[in-house]
């Protein structure tokens, strides 16, 4: 009988044991998998991140073209550039008053 008991118990341990292995393969490879995830967001984030200072780089340098023109339109018609910024004025003067 105690043959037996030493049997099942030895089974038992056993079983147990392939369960914990089973269980601690499956906790490394959901910890690997985070790893995984983590550096693809990683990755992901940067590559976001280069896109949106090339544009930044791009908005900035059409911003300075821009405002090259504008300097140069100013420069040469003068009287012109008096007269738009007079009526531009009147426009928003007219907009925020209450009547």
Known sequence: MAESTDKK???QQKEL???KEAAM????NMLDAQQHFRQAAEAAGLDLKEDAMKQ?????DKADE???EVERYVHEKPLATIGIAFFAGLLVSRLLSRH
């Open 56 to 60: 930044l780089l791009k908005g900035k």
């Open 9 to 11: 118990t030895s089974a």
């Open 25 to 28: 393969a499956a906790y490394q």
């Open 17 to 19: 044991d392939s369960g």
């Open 66 to 68: 821009l405002g090259h």
